[in-house]
C-alpha cells in the first residue's frame, strides 16, 4: 500500500511539474486550469491536495491567477484541514498556507493573518509553524512572518535556536519597512532605511550568537552583513541625488569644464560624490562575487539570487538610480533586492 501511496505521489509530482510549465508557455490556458484545481481541491485525498497546491502556488507566482474571489475558497479548505493533526495534515497545512501567501504578496488583511493563526494555535506543531513562517518569508509576507517567529521563541529549547529564531524576526521587521517605498519621498526613503539598518544590526548580533563551533552560519553572516552595506550604499546614494537638488552646480560649472578638459565637472560636486558611490557599489559587487565563489555547495536558488548582486554597480545602473531618486520613485530598493530571510536559509 505504501508503495502504491509513493508511485501515486511521484506521478502526480510529474504531471503537476508538467502542467506548471505548460502554463508558463500557454498563459491564455492559466486561468481555467487555476479554477479547476481549486475546484477539486475540496475533493481531492490529502496526499493528491498537497501537489495540487504547489502545482497552484508555482503557476501563481509565476503568473496573476489567484484573484481575491478565490482566497474565500482557499480560507473555508484551510480551516477544515487545520482541525486535524496528522502529518499528512501538517505538510497540507503548509503547502496551502504557501499558495494563500502567493495569492496575499506583500500585503495580507487582518482577517486572513487572524485565520491563520488560529488554525495554527489549534492543531500546527512548532516545525510546522516554522516552516510555514518560512513560507511566508519567501512570498514577501514579512509582517506575518516576523509575528510568526516571535510565537516560536518560546517554543524551543535551545538558546541557539532561540537567537536563530529572533534574528529571522528581527531581519523580517526590516524588510517589512523596505516594502512600499515607490511613490514616497527621499526623507521617507532615507527614516526607513534606517529603520531597517536598526533591526538588521539586532539581527547580525542575534545570528551571530546563534552560530556555534560545528554550525557557524558563515554564509549567513557573510550575507546579511552585505545587505546591510547595500542599504548604507543606498542611503548615501540617495542622500548624493538629493544634493543635486539643494546645491545645484554653479553657475561656472561649465567654463571649469571646458578649462579642466572633463566635460562632468558641468555637473559640479556631484560628480565627486557619484564616484564614491560607484566605488561603494563596485566593491559590494567583489563581496558578493567572492561570497558565490565561496558558496559553490549552496542550492541552485541561492547560488543565482547571489550571482547577481555583482552586475548592479554599473554607471548606466547608477544613472538610472539617480533619475528614479530625483523624481522621487523609490522603487528600486525593493526592486533590486531578494527577500533576505529566504536566502539565509
Known amino acids: 500500500m505504501a508503495f502504491k501511496l509513493l508511485v501515486f505521489f511521484t506521478l502526480a509530482q510529474t504531471a503537476f511539474t508538467c502542467m506548471v510549465k505548460l502554463m508558463c508557455s500557454r498563459p491564455h490556458l492559466s486561468q481555467p486550469v487555476v479554477e479547476s484545481l481549486l475546484t477539486q481541491l475540496h475533493n481531492a485525498q490529502d496526499i493528491a491536495r498537497i501537489p495540487m497546491c504547489h502545482c497552484l502556488a508555482a503557476i501563481a507566482v509565476q503568473l496573476p491567477v489567484l484573484g481575491e474571489g478565490m482566497l474565500g475558497e482557499l480560507m473555508e479548505l484551510y480551516k477544515l484541514i487545520g482541525s486535524s493533526s496528522t502529518d499528512k495534515q501538517q ?41 510555514i513562517a518560512r513560507q511566508a518569508s519567501r512570498m514577501g509576507n514579512h509582517n506575518m512572518a516576523g509575528e510568526l517567529y516571535h510565537g516560536l521563541l518560546t517554543q524551543v529549547a535551545s538558546e541557539h535556536f532561540y537567537f536563530w529564531l529572533n534574528s529571522l524576526k528581527e531581519f523580517s521587521k526590516a524588510e517589512e519597512g523596505l516594502t512600499g517605498l515607490q ?70 560649472a561649465t567654463a571649469i569644464a571646458m578649462a579642466s578638459g572633463n566635460d562632468l565637472q558641468r555637473c559640479g560636486r556631484i560628480t565627486n560624490q557619484m564616484k564614491i558611490s560607484m566605488e561603494e557599489f563596485r566593491s559590494l559587487a567583489t563581496r558578493y562575487h567572492d561570497l558565490y565563489q565561496s558558496s559553490f555547495d549552496a ?18 545602473f547608477l544613472f538610472c538610480l539617480t533619475i528614479n531618486i530625483t523624481i522621487m520613485d523609490l522603487s528600486f530598493i525593493t526592486n533590486v533586492k531578494v527577500d533576505i530571510v529566504a536566502v539565509i536559509f
Open 91 to 131: 505538510e497540507l497545512m503548509v503547502a496551502l498556507a504557501t499558495v494563500i501567501f502567493v495569492a496575499n504578496q506583500k500585503t495580507m488583511s487582518a482577517d486572513v493573518k487572524s485565520v491563520i493563526k488560529q488554525q495554527l494555535e489549534n492543531g500546527a506543531n512548532g516545525w510546522t509553524v516554522y516552516k
Open 183 to 252: 511613490d514616497s519621498k527621499s526623507s521617507v526613503a532615507l527614516a526607513r532605511i534606517a529603520e531597517a539598518l536598526k533591526h538588521y544590526q539586532r539581527g547580525i548580533a542575534s545570528l551571530t550568537a546563534a552560530s556555534t563551533p560545528t554550525n557557524p552560519l558563515t554564509f549567513q553572516c557573510e550575507f546579511v552583513k552585505l545587505r546591510i552595506d547595500m542599504l548604507q550604499a543606498f542611503s548615501q546614494l540617495i542622500c548624493t541625488c538629493n544634493s543635486l537638488k539643494t546645491s545645484p552646480p554653479p553657475a561656472i
Open 299 to 316: 542550492d541552485s536558488a541561492t547560488l543565482r539570487n547571489v550571482e547577481l548582486y555583482p552586475f548592479l554597480p554599473s554607471w548606466k
